[in-house]
């Protein structure tokens, strides 16, 4: 690999000519988007616990631990933008994007826990039904997805971010809380079934499963540097193999420097050495249009 080199830490990482000209770091996320998200999240959150514990209610329980845990997300998720704008280092020579995945991989976990408690509490709860008041759940649950609604148009206008939208699973897993908890608190009022209570919470914590699992593969196929999903390695090295002038390409890798934005890097033999300014271009032409990778390690052989 033919890399040029500097004592100074702030040439290693300059872009010269022809580098990609992106940050590192994803510039539409937006921190003004979760702040306003969590406000309302956490501020709605008190109100849900005490009505939950007032009305002895498991589904508005399940809902305040939802809209706890949506606060906890979004908290992580702003600390994690934070984090991965900061400018690369001596010690972290490619920056903190990384922080993004990792804070969604933390929700994705913390996800998982919460649908296992409330499993086994809706599961007590057909054995030992619990007296609920109908009325108060009815119109706490229907304050609460007002807010969740809210809350969800405002995250969707960052689709971009995984850790965007990991607190945008947890948003919509506590819109279902919601609507579930609405739903046996009418049932209640009116028929006084107790058992729709945990029965609505066990069909929340099934429709949970399947978002949270999305989430944690792909934020953890990111942490361990795994080739994005959206790229081909295999095809990627016959391009690079029928590229003219390319005799050869072995030690490929590909992975993502920060979610959106693949890298490759790995060693090319060439026909003839002076060539390779030619060779170069035609294969980051070929990368960037056909795959879509712009971060390319300069190579020669």
Known sequence: MAHEHDHQHGAFHAHKKG?????????????GLLLISLALTFGFSFVEIAAGIYANSLALISDAGHMVTDAASLL?????????????SAKHSFGFGRAEALAAFVNGI????????????????????HAVG???????????????????????????????????VHVMGDMLGSI????????????GWMEIDPLLSLVVCLLLIKSTIGILKESSHFLMEGVPFHIDYIQVGEDLKATPGVLSVHDLHVWEMTPGYPALIGHIEINQLQDWPETMDRIKEMLIQKHGIDQIARLAG
């Not at 913390?110 to 039904?129: D, H, K, Q, S």
Request: a positive charge; hydrophobic letters at 50%; aromatic letters at 8%.
């Open 76 to 88: 992580l998720a702003i600390l994690a933008q934070y984090i991965a704008k900061r400018p690369p």
């Open 19 to 31: 580098d990609a000209q992106h940050s590192h770091v994803r510039e539409t996320s937006s921190q």
């Open 110 to 129: 913390a996800m998982v826990l919460l649908v296992l408690w409330i499993g086994y509490e809706a599961i007590t709860r057909f054995y030992t039904p």
């Open 180 to 191: 579930a908890a609405l739903i046996a608190g009418l049932v209640i009022q009116y028929t």
């Open 134 to 168: 109908g009325a108060t759940v009815t119109y706490v649950a229907l304050i609460g997805l007002v807010v969740n609604i809210i809350v969800a148009y405002t995250l969707s206008h960052d689709k971009k971010s995984v850790n965007t939208r990991a607190a945008l």
